[in-house]
C-alpha cells in the first residue's frame, strides 16, 4: 500500500517541515490539517470544511527544505478553468482522491479506505476475504500486457474521463473504473500535436510534467512488446529506489546486456555508453530515463519512453537532452561533435 495520505494527528511524525518556524508563506496552523500527503518529492496539506477536503495554500519543497506556493495557475491542468482560482473552491474529491482512496463514491464522499489500499489494483476483494483463492481476486500479473498496465495508467496519466462532466461536476481521473473493468471506457489520455510543446508535453510528446509516466509508457517500444509497469516496479515494496524489483544497475540489464537481442549492440556496456563503466553517465536511466518531468520547482522526476533525446532535438523541439543536462557547461554543437568521434556511433544519435 501507498501510505502517501496520513493523519497528522494520529501520526504527527510524518508531518516534515517545522511548523512553529515563520514563514511568509506558512498562513495556516497544523490544527488545521487534517491530511498530510507525500514525503518523497513534496507534500502537501488538507484541510476537511464539512465532508470535503481542500488543499491549502502552501507544500514543502522535500529535497530543497523549504515552503513553496501552492496553488494550480490558469492553462495549466485541463479542469483549472471549471474551478474557481481558489484552493478553498477546490475540493479534493473531483481532482484527487479517486487515485488517493480505495472505492471514492462521488455520491457521498466516502471512501473504503485513504490511500492505495489492495483493491485500488485487484478489484473488489469482498469474495476473495471469505473464500482466498485465485479464482476469487484480480492479479495484474495474469492479465495481457495492456490491462496489467492500465493498473497503473489509471492514476499515472494526464487524461480526462470520456464522460465530462459527471453530475455536473468534473472530475481529474477515471471515474467508476475498477480493474476487471476495461479503461479505455471511462478514460482518455491527455491529447497533443506533434511539434506543439504544451503544459504536460514536449513538441515530440515526452512528458514534461509529473504524471505523466503512463503517457510516456504507452508510447515506448517495451509497451509494444508486452513489457508492463510491474516488469520493472514492484508495489508491495522493496528495498530499492521507486520499488525497483532489483538495483538500478541491475535492472535494465535483465533484458539488455550487451550484445542481447535487445540490445545494446556493443561488447559491453561501455562500448555502449562511451562512458566508464560505474560512472553515472554509464547508467542506462542517464541517457534513457533523464530527469526531465517536473514535479516541483526544480525537481524533476525520470521519463518514461526511454527514448534517446539528441542534441538536435534539443535545438529543433526545445527538448533537455541528457548530454547537456549532465554537463551544464556545455552545448548542443558540443555533445554532437563529442558523439560524432564515438566509435561506432549510430547516425540517428547525433541526428539534427
Given at each position: 500500500m501507498a501510505n502517501v495520505i496520513v493523519d497528522p494527528k494520529v501520526h504527527p511524525e510524518a508531518v516534515l517541515p517545522d511548523f512553529n518556524t515563520p514563514d511568509p508563506l506558512l498562513t495556516f496552523p497544523l490544527d488545521a490539517v487534517s491530511f498530510v500527503y507525500g514525503s518523497k518529492w513534496k507534500q502537501r496539506y488538507f484541510t476537511k470544511v464539512g465532508d470535503d477536503y481542500f488543499p491549502l495554500p502552501a507544500q514543502w519543497d522535500v529535497r530543497n527544505k523549504r515552503w513553496r506556493p501552492y496553488l494550480v495557475q490558469p492553462n495549466t491542468d485541463w479542469w483549472v478553468q471549471f474551478f474557481p482560482a481558489d484552493n478553498m473552491k477546490r475540493p479534493t474529491g473531483p481532482l484527487c482522491d479517486g487515485c488517493h482512496s480505495v472505492n471514492y463514491n462521488i455520491e457521498t464522499k466516502a471512501v473504503t479506505e485513504w490511500n492505495v489500499g489492495c483493491e485500488r489494483c485487484h478489484g473488489p476483494g469482498s469474495e476473495h476475504a471469505q473464500w482466498p483463492r485465485k479464482a476469487t481476486i484480480i492479479n495484474p500479473k495474469r492479465m495481457d500486457a495492456v490491462r496489467a498496465t492500465d493498473t497503473c495508467v489509471q492514476c499515472h496519466s494526464q487524461g480526462r474521463p470520456l464522460q465530462d462532466p459527471i453530475a455536473g461536476q468534473h472530475y481529474d481521473w477515471p471515474v467508476g473504473f475498477h480493474q476487471g473493468l476495461d479503461l479505455k471506457d471511462f478514460w482518455q489520455l491527455e491529447d497533443y500535436k506533434l511539434g506543439d510543446t504544451t503544459f504536460t508535453a514536449f513538441a515530440d510528446g515526452t512528458g514534461h510534467k509529473n504524471r505523466m509516466q503512463g503517457n510516456d509508457f504507452v508510447q515506448s517500444v517495451m509497451y509494444t512488446k508486452g513489457v508492463t509497469c510491474a516488469s520493472c516496479h514492484d508495489v508491495h515494496g522493496t528495498p530499492?529506489?521507486?520499488?525497483?524489483?532489483?538495483?538500478?544497475?541491475?535492472?535494465?540489464?535483465?533484458?539488455?546486456?550487451?550484445?542481447?537481442?535487445?540490445?545494446?549492440?556493443?561488447?559491453?556496456?561501455?562500448?555502449?555508453?562511451?562512458?566508464?563503466?560505474?560512472?553515472?553517465?554509464?547508467?542506462?536511466?542517464?541517457?534513457?530515463?533523464?530527469?526531465?518531468?517536473?514535479?516541483?520547482?526544480?525537481?524533476?522526476?525520470?521519463?518514461?519512453?526511454?527514448?534517446?533525446?539528441?542534441?538536435?532535438?534539443?535545438?529543433?523541439?526545445k527538448i533537455p537532452n541528457p548530454c547537456t543536462s549532465c554537463h551544464t557547461n556545455r552545448d548542443t554543437t558540443w555533445a554532437r561533435d563529442a558523439m560524432k568521434r564515438w566509435r561506432g556511433t549510430f547516425s540517428w544519435r547525433v541526428a539534427g
Open positions: 530499492n529506489n521507486a520499488d525497483l524489483v532489483k538495483p538500478l544497475k541491475e535492472l535494465c540489464l535483465t533484458c539488455h546486456a550487451p550484445n542481447s537481442r535487445n540490445g545494446p549492440r556493443g561488447a559491453s556496456i561501455e562500448a555502449h555508453t562511451q562512458h566508464q563503466r560505474g560512472s553515472s553517465g554509464s547508467d542506462c536511466v542517464a541517457c534513457h530515463m533523464p530527469q526531465i518531468q517536473q514535479t516541483i520547482a526544480d525537481v524533476n522526476v525520470r521519463s518514461h519512453t526511454f527514448r534517446f533525446i539528441t542534441p538536435g532535438m534539443t535545438d529543433q523541439l
